[in-house]
Nanobody, 129 residues
Framework: QVELVDAGGGLAQAGGSLTLSCDVSGRTTSGRSFKDFGMGWFRQSPGKEREFVAAINWSGDMIRTGDSVKGRFTISRDNGKASAYLQMNRLRAEDTAIYYC?????????????????WGRGTQVTVSS
């Protein structure tokens, strides 16, 4: 059973930084684990649909970033720690949302949330202006 625990959210001032983490444990029924997974970050604000933020494939050499965060947010992974990260710089009030990490057992860096099989519970990020 695969479990994702996302953390690191909190309150930040506009222009500040936060780093989110996503710790992944367990294996799929076919034996895949974090090192095989593509990882993604999504966010959802009240009254809005869930939005793609960033994704990284299993090897880390294919990264996709959403237009609204490009140049400010960076996704990374550490296979040794079975963790993915989202470094968020130059935060804006509009970045306020619940952030979710997600895992794709086939290793891709998808931008569509329906492509991910496993999800964390989310961590709240609030940016004050």
């Amino acid at each position: 059973q695969v479990e994702l625990v996302d953390a690191g959210g909190g309150l930040a001032q506009a222009g500040g930084s936060l780093t989110l983490s996503c710790d992944v444990s367990g294996r799929t029924t076919s034996g895949r684990s974090f090192k095989d997974f593509g990882m993604g970050w999504f966010r959802q604000s009240p009254g809005k649909e869930r939005e793609f933020v960033a994704a990284i494939n299993w090897s880390g050499d294919m990264i996709r970033t959403g237009d609204s965060v490009k140049g400010r947010f960076t996704i990374s992974r550490d296979n040794g720690k079975a963790s993915a990260y989202l470094q968020m710089n130059r935060l804006r009030a509009e970045d306020t949302a619940i952030y979710y990490c997600a895992a794709d057992q086939y290793g891709m860096s998808y931008v569509v949330e329906s492509s991910y099989q496993f999800w964390g519970r989310g961590t709240q990020v609030t940016v004050s202006s």
